[in-house]
């Protein structure tokens, strides 16, 4: 069942809304809305066929497909192309060039499109096509921020506040849980779950059905302390398909945990793992400690 919107009488029966729009003066059927023409109407929300787009709403596109409800506060801009079914909650923000599949659900305060900036702080080059593409039936959680150029398959969940860097793709049934992190230029299968806290460095790879715990760890630079970057030394770890990874491991740049295989909670891999090899502990060893008397 689809959840209400926030501060929307969307829960009436559809004869409820024809009612309404002919009380208002709107044409009933059929509207393709910009956020110009809403501000012509003399209603405080605007039904279209079953949806609603509140008059509080820009929406700056006219792609918007039969029965979408967009709340107040939502920002559509111009270019940017909604589905059939869609629901836009409230303070959403989708950006030109970001195309949302049939049902898809987008919570309050998820920013889809955002460009990638680095404040003139960042050593890595950005690069990045202007497009996102949202499959059908997804739920994006709330504050979840996705990039540009990404590309999400159908019925895929992304959590609460997760996050979702550009040039990454992410298959279908999985879940990026809350407060994940995905970054750049990552390759995340289908019906893979990746939990809550996660954090995945940029060129990363994630096969199908792969579980990652919670507070996982990936990483992609040994570069620390150097000065410059150097691209081609940066790689994320690679997950190949029905692995396994406990809460809290970490995983250093470049390592592949084969087919099957499972690592513990808080192991530290910085080897390559054969499949379905199982990998437990992190073994502390005693280093000489003149380093740090001076
Ligand atoms: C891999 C895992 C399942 C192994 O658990 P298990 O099968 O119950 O392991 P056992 O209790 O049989 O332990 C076997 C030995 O390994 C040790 N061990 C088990 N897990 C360990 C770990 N993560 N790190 C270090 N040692 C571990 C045990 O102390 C025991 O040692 P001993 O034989 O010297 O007494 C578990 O370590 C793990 O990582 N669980 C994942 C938790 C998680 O992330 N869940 C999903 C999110 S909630």
Redesign the pocket.
Known sequence: MRSPVAGISGTAPACHYLTYVAVAGVPPHGLQLSGRELGRYNAKEVYVESGTISKMAVVETEEVGPNVTIAEFAVVRKGAKLGKDVVIHPFVVIESGVTIGDGVEIFPGAYIGKEPKGAGALARKLVFDRHVAIGANCCIGPNAVIYCDVEIGESTLIGDGALIREQTRVGSRSVIGVYAGVGYACRIGSQTKI?GYTGVAGKSTVGDNVFI??GVLMTNDNQLGRKGWREDENFGATIEDGAMI??GAILLPGVVIGKGA?V????MINTNVKPDA?M???PARAVPREWHKE
Request: aromatic share 0%; net charge neutral.
């Open positions: 939990m715990s919670g406990g809460a499972i513990g909670s808080g192991a199982l437990l502990a992190m």
